[in-house]
């Protein structure tokens, strides 16, 4: 059993996807069981994208992301880290499969609709950034 971070980027929340993601997740099999629209700080949007602090599109991306409301999800079920990583497609949607999340819905890269953590452990470090106080508000 895992657990994994899906955020849904304010282009899909603008298309009104949120629906249509979260369907696919639960009727793939996989529990959500973490759930909050937000307007993300810039420190947790730059937490989030460390890794790629001093690359060409670190700014964009994180400008995009604080563009507008997002969608943060805690996926849970066996093997979620994986089982949503091919479900959202490669990461530029132009190379991603038909079915896939972003093969079905997306054409570009700097809005590519969802990031999903790409392993257990940033799933971890994710999660924890995310959901600081758990993944159920209570
Ligand atoms: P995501 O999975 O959220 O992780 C980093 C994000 O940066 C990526 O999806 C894209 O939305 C965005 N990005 C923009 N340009 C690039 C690029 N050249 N390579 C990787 N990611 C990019």
Redesign the pocket.
Known sequence: METTLVLIKPGGVSRNLIGEICRRIEARGLQITGLELIRAKRETVEAH?GE?KGKG?YE??VNYLLSGPIVALAVSGENAVKAIRAMMGA?NPIDATPGTVRGDLALS??D?LV??SSDVEAAKFELGLWFPAGPIRS
């Open positions: 994208y790629h599109f964009d991306v990461t890269i700097e590519n990031h999903s």
